[in-house]
């Protein structure tokens, strides 16, 4: 009898035209879809109730003909299958394996952040890539190095000199580049490149210390009769033809071989006689290429966090000093300015067609059965975020935007401001002028959970349930502070949240996504009588006054102990009400103020 009312039920929407979309309390097949998917055929009532009478009995869960989570009067979500598709990610009584939910996410990628989304029957992983270099997090991001990230190694080849390198073989020429030949132009020394074609290749010049004749070189000490290059070394004259550049005979003044060399002026060359005690004595000016704290010299390579003699650069790539920033480019509105200092920029966030209310349900009368038409509310809503509907203004309909300025989500805390903005695509948005944002701070967290429901305030039954984000080291999690008012459309339904917060965790560093996002408020009861749904709503609720369609609301068709209303207290007063929780994700957007 029940199976045949409640095809009659579905037939008669079809033909009647009920206004409500093929989609249930979850999102999957309602009024107007499969007969399978509706309080089922594929498991057994509880014994000892009525299953299908509309009252919640012993041994029941739950009681509605036509809510697709409730089959055989027991939840689909915690069944042992994933047979909402449409909003179970995951089954909670799947215990290991296919289709069982997740409770931590490792994808083994140091270089993503690894974030469990969703509770319940819609939890699942979502990894995001980090992008910005941060000592410590064991990624060496696209485009970072060893002087920027501790986590990267030093690449020889990638045109940067880095630290454990003397040069790079990268660099063509000039400084950093790493030397192919070695001559120092002194005849009692050897000419020795090590390394070569390394990014530790150097330049050694070795004393000469055995008597070679015809080597040009006559080492110190050494006579003509010991080496035929020391015929006439000594004997006051300057034999150039002998490879002579001073003679040990000349006691002083020109052609004297010098025993010590006076600073070139350059900080950064060592300032040694060569060939001492030989007629090719010369004074060399070796360059210093080895960082050392005091010895007034910044090598190349080096830089002021690895040298004390060295100056922060700002444009080098590397933090130093007091800067705020170095990006190494000349753009001077991105994040990191052209003195090092950072710009304050904004980062904001849409909600995207996730967007959903999670609690409380919303039911109405259809042909005698009190049906839960959450779905539907939520259907009406993702349209608004996704098109831009009848009014044709060239903006999606529903924009609510969270902007930072800046982002900061390893910082304490961070400006947020909450928009209800006008955006031509889900990847632009601008600031509405003739609305007003709500004006918050972020408060971030590495650990712990940063928003909870209020409690007391939500239904366990509901699927899925009010998200509570969590934060980790990798994806910390944000909360804001308490809104007075924050005025939202859900679907073309004004509602006023009073003590509204908002809270959801980043993916990727620097953040491309919040996620397990949670918006909640109170919905006054007063406002709920006095706020009368659009024409643009089904037909069975068009008209309706909004508290008609809340459990425990004035005409609502669940009653008893199925309400669902709360109380808080507002401006020093308790008062009655809903506390309305919404579910979202959302990811970057181009913001212009």
Known sequence: MLQRMRRFVVLACLVAGCGFSSKGANGDAGPTGDDDAMAGDDASPPTGSTCGNSNVEPGEDCDDPLDPACIQCHFACGNGVVDLPASENCDTGIASGAGACPTACDDSDACTTDTLSGTGCAAKCEFAAITAAADGDGCCPAGANANTDSDCAAACGNSIVEAGEVCDTGIASGAGACPTTCDDGMSCTTNNLMNMGTCQAACVFTPITTNTPGDGCCRSGATAAQDSDCAGCGNGVVEAGLGETCDTGIANGAGSCPTTCASDGNACTNDIVVNTGTCQAACTHQPITAAANGDGCCPTGANANTDTDCQPVCGNTVKEGTEQCDDGNMNNTDACSNTCTTNVVPTAFRFDDTLKLVDPHAFTTVFGFCVDITSNLNDAIKTAVDTDGSDADSYLDLSPVAVFTPLGQTSATSPLGVYFANCPT??????????????????????????????GSTRASYNPTANSPAGSTASPCFSSNTATVVNISLGGVPIKLYNARVGAVYSGSPATKLINGSLYGFLLESDANATVLPNSLPSQVA????????????????????????????GGNTVS??????????PTTAWSP
């Open 426 to 455: 889900a990847t632009s948005c601008m600031a509405d002028p003739t609305a007003t944002p709500t004006i918050l701070t972020a408060t971030n967290q590495s650990s712990g959970t940063c928003l909870s429901p209020v409690a």
């Open 543 to 570: 008209g309706k006054k909004l508290s008609a369609i809340l459990a425990g609301g004035t005409g609502n068709c669940k009653g008893g102990t199925s309400s669902d209303k709360d109380t808080a207290v507002i």
């Open 577 to 586: 009400g809903w506390w309305m929780y919404l579910n979202f994700a959302a």
